[in-house]
């Protein structure tokens, strides 16, 4: 399998699926990391502007990865406890919350609730690597299954087949093909793709189904993108013992294969589960 996405894969996606084209605030934000002195109060200013991203911002200030013994309300004080790379994370993430328009309210907070989980358990575990960029998990645990709520809005029966897999225990990814003429992983790359984020994080939401991604050569997968796969193998099987309404995507064969590929001990995984307790999660 190529890398890079085919011209056939491309048109097949927009010719049957709506992308949200990229927000100009992720553009901004994105730009401003790239500085050598980013201007913090332009940021500022822009997350002051949205209620939502405001308050995102401070959640993640106060959560279990960044706190301290002194809570915080400000979004000023949350920057600068976050700093410049996570202060992206929070404007991507945001606004790609704000782009899953069009389907039903309550099944878009079960999907995100969950997907910030995974983003959050994802960069706990990219903390205790070498390697792997925390900011970097994070963003591609939030985007690898973005693709399934455009997915859903386009196709009425997406639920559906959603349930049926689940029920059946099949892979989604197999009955995606069987009934659609994309799949989420491709439709997520080239949502990635299409708004700048690093390739590494396309390449690695393409691949994160595809059941030899342990043994793929690197010319066709990094060793950095099989990575952040694995953390989010991890992460998806941590959250799914105890997390009700969680899809559970990761194989027992791609669970133990990413423990493996990043010799995750038994120690660790305690470690983050209580983390992630912390956060409320109960895991």
């Known amino acids: 399998m190529n890398r890079e996405l085919s011209h056939e894969q491309i048109e097949q996606v927009f010719n049957n699926i709506d992308i949200p084209t990229c927000p100009a605030i992720v553009s901004m934000a994105?730009?401003?990391?790239?500085?050598?002195?980013?201007?913090?109060?332009?940021?500022?200013?822009?997350?002051?502007?949205?209620?939502?991203?405001?308050?995102?911002?401070?959640?993640?200030?106060?959560?279990?990865?960044?706190?301290?013994?002194?809570?915080i309300s400000l979004v000023s004080v949350a920057l600068g406890r976050l700093g410049i790379r996570n202060v992206v994370c929070?404007?991507?993430?945001?606004?790609?919350?704000?782009?899953?328009?069009?389907?039903?309210?309550?099944?878009?907070?079960?999907?995100?609730?969950?997907?910030?989980?995974?983003?959050?358990?994802?960069?706990?575990?990219?903390?205790?690597?070498?390697?792997?960029?925390?900011?970097?998990?994070?963003?591609?645990?939030?985007?690898?299954?973005?693709?399934?709520?455009?997915?859903?809005?386009?196709?009425?029966?997406?639920?559906?087949?959603?349930?049926?897999?689940?029920?059946?225990?099949?892979?989604?990814?197999?009955v995606e093909e069987e009934n659609f003429p994309s799949t989420h992983p491709v439709v997520g790359s080239l949502l990635?793709?299409?708004?700048?984020?690093?390739?590494?994080?396309?390449?690695?939401?393409?691949?994160?189904?595809?059941?030899?991604v342990y043994n793929l050569p690197e010319s066709t997968l990094t060793s950095e993108a099989v990575s952040l796969i694995a953390t989010i193998h991890i992460a998806e099987r941590l959250l799914s013992l105890n997390t009700e309404d969680l899809v559970i995507e990761v194989s027992n064969y791609h669970y133990k294969q990413a423990l493996d590929y990043?010799?995750?001990?038994?120690?660790?995984?305690?470690?983050?589960r209580e983390s992630l307790a912390d956060e409320g999660t109960h895991v």
């Not at 913090?40 to 995102?56: C, H």
């Open 30 to 71: 994105m730009a401003e990391a790239q500085k050598d002195e980013p201007d913090i109060r332009k940021l500022t200013t822009a997350i002051e502007k949205d209620v939502g991203m405001s308050a995102l911002t401070i959640k993640l200030a106060n959560s279990a990865m960044f706190r301290t013994n002194q809570p």
């Open 192 to 212: 990635s793709r299409n708004w700048g984020l690093p390739s590494i994080i396309g390449q690695a939401i393409r691949f994160h189904h595809d059941k030899d």
């Open 90 to 174: 929070v404007v991507v993430a945001a606004a790609l919350r704000n782009c899953m328009t069009g389907v039903d309210e309550k099944w878009l907070e079960t999907y995100w609730n969950n997907a910030s989980l995974v983003a959050t358990a994802a960069s706990m575990i990219a903390r205790k690597q070498h390697g792997i960029a925390p900011d970097t998990a994070y963003t591609f645990a939030l985007f690898h299954d973005s693709a399934i709520p455009l997915l859903r809005k386009r196709f009425d029966n997406y639920c559906e087949v959603l349930t049926s897999a689940v029920n059946d225990q099949r892979e989604l990814i197999d």
């Open 262 to 272: 990043l010799s995750i001990s038994d120690e660790d995984l305690e470690e983050i």
